[in-house]
């Protein structure tokens, strides 16, 4: 009798294929909340509005799975519940309100490549505080990376001036608060689990956000035409709660690194999305760079073994 060799399962490549398919969808959704932003702003709203209609719409479902981890895990210590409040604030408070201040001022395009360099500001942190080594050709691929922004900024800079800048600064600020976040939740993740971590940190970013509309601005701004309802709905479910889950579903099947990498897909999705419904155009320029930030985070992201 001869081996032969045994044929591959064929549901393997299927539910890989499915895996990523379902990670490129939670990457172009998630990239869509900036679009939806800039329609919502077209009624006249502010960020401290938009960003409080989002949550309304996703705390429902955050609150619910918070409620049932609450009954069916054990409690937690009172240093997690204090590191929970924390993340909550920094990762998705501060991070996605600096996120839609400076959507304001910038394209749709721009703000994607910003908040895409998030995975290098992790590196750069990680060697300055924890010590760990940058080889060259991560230096290479930071390079690459940041490159691609100078490009598109410099250009965006022709048409919009200072408030490129400023915009630019809020999204760098909001990029800076989600790595701050993904360094600090990385141990609290492996014991909590990350729908756990997610959704407890989740209910404390709608709590401020609701909080801080309430605080600033009206109670009578909630009265909003239909449509403003509409794409909240969208913005709440569809860019926020949907691919949240859709990511860890992909992690789960095809894993992290095949996951980020197909999370590549989002500032492309968002830069065409742009000019089909906010009429962004589309220069040779944003191209280059794109591609440049889309090399420097591909390059970083099989680059492995390289810190240590």
Aim: hydrophobic share 55%; charged share 10%.
């Amino acid at each position: 009798m001869t081996n032969a060799t045994p044929p591959a399962l064929p549901g393997t490549r299927a539910a890989y294929l499915g895996g990523l398919a379902i990670a490129i969808g939670g990457a172009v959704l998630f990239s869509t909340k900036a679009i939806v932003a800039k329609l919502l702003y077209r009624y006249q709203l502010d960020a401290v509005t938009v960003i409080a209609f989002r949550m309304l719409f996703s705390l429902p479902v955050f609150a619910a799975i918070a409620l049932w981890k609450m009954r069916s895990e054990p409690p937690l210590a009172r240093a997690d519940a204090w590191r929970l409040l924390g993340l909550g604030l920094v990762g998705y408070y501060l991070s996605s309100f600096l996120d839609f201040l400076g959507l304001q001022f910038i394209t749709v395009g721009l703000e994607r490549l910003i908040l895409f360099l998030t995975p290098t500001f992790v590196l750069l942190a990680s060697a300055l505080w924890l010590k760990q080594h940058i080889g060259r050709r991560q230096w290479l691929a930071l390079l690459t990376a940041y490159g691609g922004i100078v490009l598109v900024f410099f250009h965006d800079l022709q048409g919009g001036g200072s408030n490129v800048v400023l915009g630019s600064l809020l999204v760098l600020g909001s990029a800076l608060a989600y790595a701050v976040y993904l360094l600090a939740s990385g141990e609290m993740v492996k014991r909590l689990g990350a729908l756990r971590l997610v959704s407890y940190a989740m209910c404390v970013s709608s709590a401020a956000c609701i909080g801080q509309f309430f605080l600033l601005r009206p109670a009578s701004m909630l009265v909003q035409p239909l449509e403003v309802y509409g794409l909240s709905l969208v913005n709440g479910i569809l860019c926020t709660v949907m691919p949240v889950f859709m990511t860890m579903v992909a992690v789960q099947r095809i894993g992290a690194g095949a996951a980020s990498q197909a999370g590549m897909i989002g500032p492309v999705s968002t830069l065409f999305l742009g000019a089909a419904v906010l009429s962004e155009p589309i220069t040779s320029w944003q191209l280059a760079g794109t591609a440049l930030v889309l090399a420097g985070i591909y390059l970083l992201s099989n680059l492995k073994g390289q810190v240590k």
